[in-house]
């Protein structure tokens, strides 16, 4: 869940000033699909463009809003309410979380996240709970 020296292809190719299809599985290039967002790693990426792909975020540490979500079992709707709350970052149209260090912790130590709602009281379940930007996360 930690995409660690990968980069999304749509920011790619705009930085790049490529046509959209350029990276494309056709045309030889080995892609992941996150939250309904193509990635692509770095390493995969032609050496005229990886300069370009150094200017991209990194997804080791930033991950699309809407696949936060579904990894952490939350409806998006009721995301947003705590958007002004966490660390964001704007791209033309995904909007990227930038993870702490505790979240990014526990996934490496193949941990699986899940969300806690405010009216669950029992948190006996999970190995840890760690509060994210306001938003209670347990881990299994």
């Given amino acids: 869940m930690i ?11 705009k930085k790049c000033c490529v046509s959209s299809t350029l990276f494309r599985p056709e045309n030889g290039y ?28 990194n997804l080791g540490k930033y991950l699309p809003a809407r696949y936060f979500t579904d990894i952490i079992g939350m409806d998006e709707s009721y995301f947003y309410r705590f958007l002004n709350k966490i660390a964001t970052k704007k791209l033309t149209h995904v909007r990227l979380i930038e ?11 193949k941990k699986t996240p899940c969300w806690i709602s405010a009216r669950e009281k029992n948190t006996d379940d999970f190995d840890d709970v760690i509060d994210f ?7 299994y």
């Fill in 3 to 13: 995409y660690e020296g990968y980069v999304l292809v749509s920011e790619l190719y």
């Fill in 30 to 57: 080995k892609l992941e699909n996150i939250g309904g967002y193509r990635i692509i790693k770095k390493s995969d990426i032609p050496k005229k463009y990886i300069k370009k792909a150094n200017e991209c975020s």
């Fill in 99 to 109: 993870l702490n260090d505790d979240f990014i912790k526990h996934i490496k130590n």
């Fill in 133 to 139: 930007y306001g938003i209670k996360i347990g881990f």
